[in-house]
């Protein structure tokens, strides 16, 4: 048989613990302002603009006004020279910032010249 002997771990062996304990609402602060830093980096580093020192080139455009029962097909049908008017009806919704291709009568729309 075997002699199982128990030896004694001094006390300066033990690691030592923490004085600092942290309340559930100290530890909601300390993750609130964790979470502020890393939203504030984000919003600094997402700020640097994109714009370059060259002035750039504006579209050439013109302006039409809707007449009666005309559609934003029909305009843009009009002005497709290379006969893709769907293109064209996107180039028109995005000069315009248009939600959908319904147009009232009288609206004045700033379409790509030909």
């Not at 714009?51 to 843009?76: D, F, K, Q, S």
């Not at 290379?82 to 996107?90: H, N």
């Amino acid at each position: 048989m075997s002699t199982i002997t128990a030896t004694r771990i001094p006390y300066a062996a033990t690691p030592a613990r923490s004085s600092v304990r942290l309340t559930r609402r100290g530890r909601l602060t300390v993750f609130v302002l964790a979470l502020i830093a890393v939203l504030a980096a984000g919003i600094f580093i997402a700020a640097g603009s994109v714009a370059t020192e060259e002035a750039g080139t504006p579209e050439p455009t013109r302006v039409v006004m809707v007449g009666t029962g005309e559609t934003l097909w029909g305009i843009a049908a009009e002005l497709a020279d290379d006969g893709d008017v769907r293109s064209t009806m996107r180039e028109i919704e995005r000069l315009n910032a248009l939600d959908s291709a319904v147009l009232d009568a009288g609206q004045r729309l700033v379409v790509p010249l030909d």
